[in-house]
């Protein structure tokens, strides 16, 4: 793409324009995802015991036949935002699309691709894997943004970037225009241009995203994307960036000395990573997850030398669970020493899933959902070390729930293990959108040692329900996204947002996280509404009084009070005033309603409605 299109696609990310765009979007794509069909193409197969709603290719079916399986299911996904049908595509080891017909998959809600190699080289797309802008207004033709392109998950694989029979704008491109609760790991992109944003609609092209893991990848296009986090990578080079862009252990990541012009925090390597369990075939045909090992201050791929460092289990060793199984049934088969694979669905959790064994490993594929009945607590891990969740969303239900997913227990024993963290991967949180939902924490973490990799924790700014900004403010409740009690906690790419007191609460000592992106709530009614005490507001981020040790990279706080536009938050960020607790490379953002009056503990200017869009910046918290 041209400077002069980069420049332009930049300009054009100003959040007054942006939100003002989404939430008339909304009701239209309310109306549409409500609506969303069903799959019109046959079930997949069952395969294995991976459950009907997965469908595993083999490099000898015809091109035409797995093509035509993925449009039917993007088809039919692609506005079904809200919806409840869940989809996994596995590719055996081999090379699919040639040539002459290339294998171009389109991605659509609550929709994982994934290569079953050992290695990301090991099945070959030649062709392309993409999401596009949802086009929102004039029968699908306007007000084109990739704001809502949630929920999908692409990994273990190479593309060999092919558009043949594509239009000139795409052909060279691999376009991946998503926002958050998106994963992309292991990936291996071998020509052309990966694109995180779908310059070919008409505007306004918005993007808020998003993570890259573990991937070794050509010439990226940024675009229009608000916040990005790639850690552990290898990029042959990266343009543009519009508030905050992190990397973390990335060889060919850009500079961040002139920051925040361009807005780039780069880190050499990473303080913690554990790379997401993937399912892999080996040369016997037998299913196995290989669980990677934890690794402290890394950089690039974990697969540049062969298998990734880590651990296989046989798949015989899990419980492969499917919707309608119970929770008794599952905690028997956890008890007995099984791991949990939960294939694709929704499974209403009416008591505690129970993780009480070091080490057990709990894997989602194609976005299990597990939604809170009667007031549950859906998932709950013992204070032992290694325990890895991974691929789950968790939803909270229409009663009050204490927690949706708790690691240890408050005032435990804590026996962790620094060499193997309890770990956390592409594991996302919803109150309310689909349904009603209440919860006062939706994550808290006691134990020690725990690594969050890639979350999204979400109180919905919408949704099916049809709530005014006041009755959803009333009904869908969630006082905080986040509280870490634990010590030695960290983070990598926590995303939380619109909560109704602070979005996350950082209790323990030591705690690193390596991007924050946070959005105040939408829906306060009023200034009475909003405040702690005498405070204006609760701040998005806020570390424990007491904390004397604490680390921030990347981090922004937004606002956008739609509901009542004259509503203040005094601070972003509150943290305690000692030189043990840094923040390296915050803001706040206004995105045309409401006011932030401070970056941090009073300094920093407002983000008020004279910088609609222009992040008010603190380099570093306290100053040097």
Not at 9 to 27: D, N
Not at 217 to 226: A, F, T
Request: net charge negative; aromatic share 8%; with cysteine.
């Amino acid at each position: 793409m041209s400077m002069t299109i980069m420049r332009h696609a930049r300009r054009e990310s100003a959040p007054a324009r942006l939100r003002r765009v989404f939430v008339l979007g909304l009701a239209l794509a309310a109306a549409t995802t409500a609506a969303a069909p069903a799959v019109s193409a046959d079930p997949p197969r069952r395969t294995q015991d991976l459950g009907v709603n997965v469908k595993v290719f083999d490099p000898s079916m015809p091109v035409a036949e797995i093509q035509a399986a993925l449009d039917a299911t993007h088809a039919a996904q692609v506005d079904n935002e809200m919806g409840a049908q869940r989809y996994a595509y596995l590719f055996k080891p081999g090379r699919y699309g040639t040539a002459e017909q290339p294998l171009q998959i389109k991605v659509g809600y609550y929709t994982e691709i994934a290569g079953l190699g050992a290695s990301p080289t090991d099945v070959v797309i030649n062709g392309k894997v993409e999401v596009y802008n949802r086009c929102l207004a004039d029968g699908g033709t306007g007000n084109c943004l990739a704001l809502v392109n949630f929920w999908r998950t692409l990994g273990n694989l190479t593309i060999n970037i092919d558009g043949a029979g594509q239009d000139g704008c795409r052909s060279g491109a691999n376009f991946w225009a998503v926002s958050q609760a998106v994963s992309l790991r292991r990936l291996n992109v071998t020509s052309g241009t990966f694109t995180l944003m779908d310059y070919c609609t008409a505007g306004p092209q918005y993007a808020s995203g998003g993570f890259i893991a573990d991937s070794r990848l050509p010439s990226v296009v940024n675009g229009s994307q608000q916040q990005w986090l790639t850690r552990n990578s290898e990029l042959g080079s990266w343009s543009n960036g519009v508030w905050n862009q992190v990397f973390s252990g990335v060889a060919g990541a850009p500079d961040d000395a002139a920051f925040p012009n361009p807005p780039y925090t780069t880190l050499d390597t990473t303080p913690l990573s554990r790379e997401k369990p993937y399912l892999f075939v080996d040369d016997k045909g037998r299913y196995n997850v290989r669980v990677p090992a934890a690794k402290r201050n890394t950089s690039g791929v974990s697969w540049a030398n062969g298998l990734t460092p880590g651990r296989t289990i046989p798949l015989s060793e899990f419980f492969v669970a499917k919707p309608g199984d119970s929770v008794r049934d599952i905690n028997n088969q956890l008890a007995r020493g099984k791991h949990l694979l939960f294939t694709p669905g929704v499974y209403d959790i009416a008591r505690s899933i129970e993780v009480k064994r070091p080490d057990t490993v709990v894997l989602g594929l194609g976005h299990a959902t597990l939604t809170a009945v009667n007031g549950s607590v859906p998932l709950d891990v013992a204070d032992v070390p290694g325990v890895v969740i991974a691929g789950v969303t968790i939803d909270a239900g229409a009663e009050l729930s204490p927690v949706l997913l708790r690691v240890g227990k408050k005032h435990g024993h804590r026996p962790a293990d620094p060499a193997d963290p309890t770990t956390l991967s592409d594991v996302y949180f919803r109150v309310g959108g689909p349904h009603v939902g209440k919860v006062d924490t939706a994550l808290e973490v006691n134990s020690d040692h725990v690594l969050i990799d890639h979350t999204w924790v979400w109180r919905a700014d919408h949704g099916v329900e049809g709530f005014t900004d006041t009755q959803r403010w009333n009904t869908n409740t969630g006082l905080t996204g986040v509280v870490v009690n634990g010590d030695d906690v960290t983070a990598t790419g926590l995303f939380v947002e619109h909560f109704q007191r602070h979005n996350t609460v950082w209790n323990g000592e030591r705690g690193t996280v390596v991007l924050y992106q946070n959005e105040l709530p939408y829906d306060p009614p009023t200034q009475a509404d909003w405040m702690k005490g005498d405070v204006e507001g609760w701040a998005g981020y806020k570390v424990g009084d007491h904390v004397r040790k604490h680390t921030l990279h990347g981090a922004g706080v937004y606002v956008f009070n739609q509901n009542n536009p004259q509503i203040h938050t005094e601070n972003g960020f509150e943290v305690p005033e000692t030189p043990g607790v840094k923040l390296h490379h915050i803001m706040t953002v206004n995105l045309s309603a409401g006011v932030i009056d401070h970056v941090v503990n009073g300094v920093g200017g407002p983000a008020d409605l004279t910088n609609v869009g222009a992040p008010v910046y603190v380099a570093e918290y306290p100053a040097p």
